[in-house]
């Protein structure tokens, strides 16, 4: 064998969409269901697109064995409560984060806020 036939490259390249349907087929494998996989998948992998590998498809493995293991709820009753006019909780029921985080951004629009606030870092 020629040395380059056993050399492993240390950065393997794929494209998102590729990530993306992986990332899904592990969390559908490790018992979610296939549209919370979806949603997870793409922020993982968004992540990924923006620089943030911290969040991105490395932590796959150590999701996968959470679920496995039953520490993240794999089909999690996420439930949000209003409780002032700016503030509300989300209980995600030890779903994943990023399914979570999507979910808080969906019901922030619909919910009676009286007031606004912006932060900034």
Same mark, same amino acid.
Request: glycine content about 8%.
């Given at each position: 064998m +020629?040395?380059?036939?056993?050399t492993v490259?240390?950065?393997?390249?794929?494209?998102?969409?590729? $990530? !993306? /349907?992986?990332?899904?087929?592990? $969390?559908?494998?490790?018992? %979610?269901p296939r #549209?919370?996989a979806?949603l997870?998948?793409?922020?993982? =992998?968004?992540?990924?697109?923006?620089? =943030?590998?911290? +969040? /991105?498809?490395?932590?796959l493995r $150590?999701? =996968?064995? !959470?679920? +496995?293991? /039953?520490?993240i709820n794999?089909?999690? +009753? %996420?439930?949000?409560?209003? !409780?002032?006019?700016?503030?509300?909780?989300? #209980?995600? #029921? /030890?779903g %994943?984060?990023?399914?979570?985080?999507?979910?808080?951004?969906?019901?922030?629009?619909?919910?009676?806020?009286?007031? %606004?606030?912006?932060?900034?870092?």
């Amino acid at each position: 064998m +020629h040395e380059s036939e056993t050399t492993v490259p240390h950065d393997i390249v794929v494209s998102a969409d590729s $990530l !993306r /349907g992986f990332a899904t087929a592990l $969390l559908v494998g490790a018992g %979610m269901p296939r #549209d919370e996989a979806e949603l997870a998948a793409r922020v993982i =992998v968004d992540a990924n697109l923006r620089g =943030v590998d911290t +969040h /991105g498809a490395f932590n796959l493995r $150590l999701y =996968v064995k !959470r679920l +496995h293991l /039953g520490l993240i709820n794999a089909t999690p +009753h %996420m439930s949000f409560e209003h !409780r002032r006019a700016a503030v509300g909780v989300l #209980d995600a #029921d /030890g779903g %994943m984060g990023q399914l979570a985080t999507v979910r808080a951004m969906e019901y922030a629009p619909t919910s009676p806020i009286n007031c %606004m606030s912006s932060n900034v870092a």
